[in-house]
């Protein structure tokens, strides 16, 4: 498994973290197609959403990734955004907006070694090994959210 299959499966590991990063790639029909692509654009779109410093250290391999507040997420993606998350993750809007403030920083890490954001195939295709690496490791009995 490469480093970048690897960070994803950590964070993917996490059944709440899934739904959500996989809620990300699949609701709200605005953009690009779903999936990967989705996913990459809100990446994306985050370098626009948050402060310079925030963005660099999330790309950057060699600083430690800086915080984000809930208000920036609420800023990021708005209400409707956060409104589809929060049925996808039969959660609420207001918990799907704190979940996403701690995943999106190392979410932006993992898909951006070198500080490069990856091309939506090949995240696609680590997306797809770090699910099955935490699906083997769940054993028979483990969590299957797709």
């Not at 499966?9 to 690009?32: K, N, Q």
């Not at 402060?51 to 984000?68: F, I, K, R, T």
């Amino acid at each position: 498994m490469t480093d970048v299959s690897g960070k994803l499966s950590r964070l993917l590991d996490d059944p709440e973290v899934r739904v959500v990063v996989f809620g990300l790639a699949h609701t709200h029909a605005e953009g690009p197609a779903a999936g990967a692509p989705r996913l990459r654009e809100v990446v994306l779109h985050l370098a626009g959403t948050s402060e310079p410093d925030q963005y660099s250290s999330w790309l950057s391999d060699d600083v430690a990734n800086l915080p984000m507040t809930v208000a920036q997420v609420r800023a990021a993606f708005g209400a409707d955004v956060l409104d589809d998350l929060a049925v996808y993750a039969k959660s609420s809007p207001d918990e799907v907006a704190w979940q996403l403030a701690e995943v999106l920083p190392d979410l932006v890490d993992a898909v951006s070694p070198g500080g490069q954001v990856l091309a939506a195939s090949e995240l696609g295709r680590h997306l797809s090994e770090a699910v099955e690496a935490d699906d083997r490791s769940a054993g028979p009995f483990g969590p299957q959210l797709y």
